[in-house]
């Protein structure tokens, strides 16, 4: 029976664990922290099921656009809705223990043993977890990332936050700075806006999101301002200081700005040091992450990784397919090498901006050929019932054949409605079998039939 020993238990290490265990493997998981990892513990679940409390509360806000007020009192804010900073956060920790406990209880009815300490490599095939020796025929490293902390602005808990500390608040930050505008930041930053902070985005590049769909990230931006946000553009920050009742921040031109509370969300380093990696041939990259191949096999025979510690591509569906992937190769299974540009990704903001495919930055540089439409979510029935202005649907072809080659979704929901495009890019559909598929009327997914029929060549595309 082959022994895989898997160092981490995150979406990159329990999912490996549970592929591994169907297919017959002896599998152990070391795990320092808890079953599910960072993703479960700290960092996705936790914010996902904050941002859910914010949504609530800014649907609540925007409901007297349709007709529908509340009373104020003194506990509430003007749009006469109250959070209790309290039960969110209950319900945040909650959430995600309950989420830990359900994927310890799932690792233990498939047989997998699960060891709570710290793993290192002792060689290739040698594992050493606490006081416990294990030999292995295969390791999978899945030990995750960190956040990053920038000298001069190191978080204290209290006033200077990591996103893991968030959910220790007892009250609403007063006034919150977030310093770093990308994913993490502006999800963070709409969610405490909607909840009732006031909160200052401190981006070191012209706009927030940079990496992200420019159009998307200016239906956002302006969306934030709208809401009260203030957004710094062009303003990287040199430091962060305690003051008698808060926070400065110095940006690198001098500039400051003062709030109750900071969050920091300027990146994620690998935890990838003291693992006895480097010592057993396991090759890192210049910032720390462990270099794998498409079959997740690193420069060590018997050796794979996944997930956050690898920085391929930084999110929880990647890193479980990244672990299934080595299971499957490492035991002889028939197995498809990764493929990123079918991955499908969600920014959790309010309204929220999904992606698959090629990238509008891709085509305008040129790398790819491709006809564009993008339908504003202002032209959409559903949409102008529901009150929702800000968004749009894009949509990607290839010039001469059709095939949908990627789509951005800027909507409520749009982490939902980006499945149809996911299953056109993987399988390869043109627009013209999209346009044929039946959207119900009236519904924001009807956008997306619609983008594929403007897409469509003259002679097919018809009308209705
Ligand atoms: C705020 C935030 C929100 C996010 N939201 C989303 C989202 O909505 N959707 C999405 O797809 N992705 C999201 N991500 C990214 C997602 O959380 C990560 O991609 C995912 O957690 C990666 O999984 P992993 O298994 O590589 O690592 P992790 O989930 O970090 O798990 C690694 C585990 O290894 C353990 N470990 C580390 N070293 C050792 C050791 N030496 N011995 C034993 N155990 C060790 C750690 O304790 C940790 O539990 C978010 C990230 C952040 C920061």
């Known amino acids: 029976m082959t022994r895989i020993v898997i160092i981490g238990g995150g979406p ?4 490996a664990a549970l592929v591994a265990a169907q297919l017959g493997a002896q599998v152990t998981v070391v795990e320092e922290e808890g079953p599910g990892g960072a993703c479960v513990l700290t960092d996705c679940v936790p914010s996902k099921t904050l941002i859910a409390s914010s949504v609530r509360k800014q649907a609540l806000l925007d409901a007297s656009s349709l007709g529908v007020r509340f009373d104020g009192g003194p506990d509430h804010d003007a749009g006469g809705v109250a959070v209790d900073m309290i039960d969110v956060n209950k319900r945040v920790k909650e959430l995600a223990l309950a989420q830990s406990n359900d994927i310890a209880a799932r690792l233990a009815a498939e047989g997998v043993e699960v060891i709570r300490a710290r793993g ?3 060689d290739p095939q040698v ?3 606490g006081d416990r020796t294990i030999r292995a025929d295969v390791v999978i490293v899945a030990t995750g990332a960190h956040p990053r902390v920038l000298p001069g602005a190191e978080p204290d808990g209290e006033r200077i936050l990591s996103w893991r500390q968030l959910y220790d608040l007892e009250e609403l930050p007063e006034h919150l700075i977030v310093v770093g505008s990308g994913v993490t930041g502006a999800e963070f930053a709409g969610a405490y806006r909607s909840l009732g902070s006031e909160v200052t985005l401190v981006s070191s590049r012209d706009r927030m999101m940079p990496n992200e769909d420019a159009d998307a990230a200016e239906v956002l931006e302006e969306v934030y301002r709208r ?3 203030n957004v710094m553009g062009r303003s990287r920050a040199a430091s962060v ?3 008698e009742h808060g926070v400065v921040v110095t940006l690198e031109d001098g500039r400051t700005a003062e709030g109750s509370h900071c969050l920091m969300t ?4 690998p935890n990838t040091s003291g693992l006895g990696l480097e010592d057993n041939g396991v090759r890192l990259d210049r910032n720390g992450f462990i270099e794998v191949d498409k079959v997740s096999r690193t420069s060590a025979p018997g050796v794979y990784a996944a997930g956050d510690c690898t920085g391929v591509l930084m999110l929880a569906s990647v890193a479980a397919m990244q672990g299934r992937i080595a299971v499957w190769h490492a035991l002889g299974e028939a197995v498809q090498p990764i493929r990123l540009a079918t991955v499908a990704a969600n920014i959790f903001t309010d309204p929220e901006i999904a992606a698959v495919g090629v990238s509008q930055r891709q085509i305008e540089a040129g790398e790819i050929e491709a006809n564009v439409v993008k339908l504003p979510l202002a032209t959409n029935a559903r949409a102008k019932m529901q009150g929702f202005n800000d968004g749009f649907v894009k949509l990607f072809c290839r010039p001469n054949t059709g095939i949908v080659l990627g789509g951005v979704v800027v909507a409520p929901r749009a982490s939902e409605l980006i499945l149809a495009l996911s ?8 627009v013209d079998q999209l346009a044929h598929t039946f959207a119900v009327y009236p519904s924001l997914s009807g956008s997306i039939t619609e983008a594929a029929r403007r897409l469509m060549s003259p002679l097919t595309a018809g009308g209705i």
């Open 127 to 129: 594992v050493r977890a």
């Open 266 to 269: 300027v990146g994620m380093v």
């Open 120 to 122: 290192r490599l002792v």
């Open 227 to 229: 809401r009260g946000m």
């Open 423 to 430: 299953v056109a890019v993987q399988h390869r559909l043109t």
């Open 241 to 243: 200081k305690r003051t």
């Open 12 to 15: 990159g290490g329990y999912e």
